[in-house]
Every structure is written in C-alpha cells, then in structure tokens.
C-alpha cells in the first residue's frame, strides 16, 4: 500500500506540473507541451511491456521493483535541472517500465494457494494506495510547484519516490521470499 501510494504521489505529481512547467518556465507553446506529455505518457504505458519481460527473465520481480524505484527517482530529481528535462522524462519512463508490472506481480504472489481469496481484498488495499497517492499528489506537489516553484513540486515528487523506495527497503521482511530467488530471503544484490 504505501510503496504504490508514494509511486502514485510521485507519478501524478510530476504529471500534474508537466504541461504547465514547460510552458510556463521553459517556454514551449501549448501544442508542444501537449505533444511531449501526450508521448511521454503513451510511453509510460508501453515500458511496462519491456521492464516487466527484463523482470522475468533475468532480475526478478523484486529486484524489477527496485531498479524502477531507484529510477523513477533519479528521474523525478533530474526534473529539478531545466536542461535535464528529457533525460529526466526518458528515466521516468525506464523506471515505470519495470515498476508498474512489478509492483502489480507482488501483491498476486503475496498469497499462497490456500489463502486464494484473499488475493481480491490485497488488489483492493493496493489500488486504495493508488488512489491516495493521486489524490495528494496535485494538492501537494502541483501546489508547491505552481506557487513557490516549479523545481520545488518536482523535488517533492522525487521526495515521495525516495519513501516509496524506503518504504520497500524496510518493508522487505513483510513480503517473505515474494520475488526472489529461490533460497533467498531478502534482496541483498
């Protein structure tokens, strides 16, 4: 739940501030601003398909879960530097790619078969994290960055991406072997 919440927060804020950043602060008209959002957005839908196949085959889903945290993060802290703006967004995008499908993967796996139906109720307390965090997000970081500065609301976002992280890290010994490689008790590289 908290893990996706703080994604959540971080990925809608960021989204919340984006049109109006490059065209208030970087000066694009308002057809090129919504232009990069509407590739940057379709290309975060379409990540998911690679990161999740990278996962699979060679990471695993927790590693997977990590690398995106840790990328996402730097992307949304690369925000910061106006002339950064395209790494920033190409990191965004690498990162989602392997934590969306990840982070979904987890929670179907948190279950044993015996305990089948609760996999419906886990689906439910994620999505509430997911609707929280985009709840805040605007209210938050799109109201810092739109009235202190925009650099600020994207700090904040790169901020909630850390706890998101932070909140996995700790929160490992929760998740059992959910992710890993047989044998292994908690992602240790």
Known sequence: FLT???????FYGMR???????????HYSQDQALMLY?????LIYIAPLFGGYIADRWLGARKGLFVGCLIMMLGHFA????????????????????????????VGRLYSEEN??????????????????????????????????WNYGFAVA??????AFCTLLWGQKRLGSVGLPQGQDALTS
């Open 4 to 10: 996706e919440m703080w994604e959540r927060f971080s």
């Open 16 to 26: 919340a501030l984006l049109v109006l950043y490059v065209v208030k602060a970087l």
């Open 38 to 42: 509407g590739i940057y957005t379709g």
């Open 79 to 106: 925000m910061i530097i106006d002339a950064w703006l395209y790494y920033a967004l190409g990191l965004l995008i690498v990162g989602s790619g392997f934590f969306k499908p990840n982070a979904s993967l987890l």
């Open 116 to 149: 089948a139906i609760l996999v419906p109720a886990g689906y439910t307390i994620f999505y509430m994290g997911i609707n929280v965090g985009a709840l805040l997000s605007p209210l938050i970081a799109g109201t810092i960055g739109e009235k202190w500065r």
């Open 158 to 163: 790169g901020i909630g991406m850390l706890v």
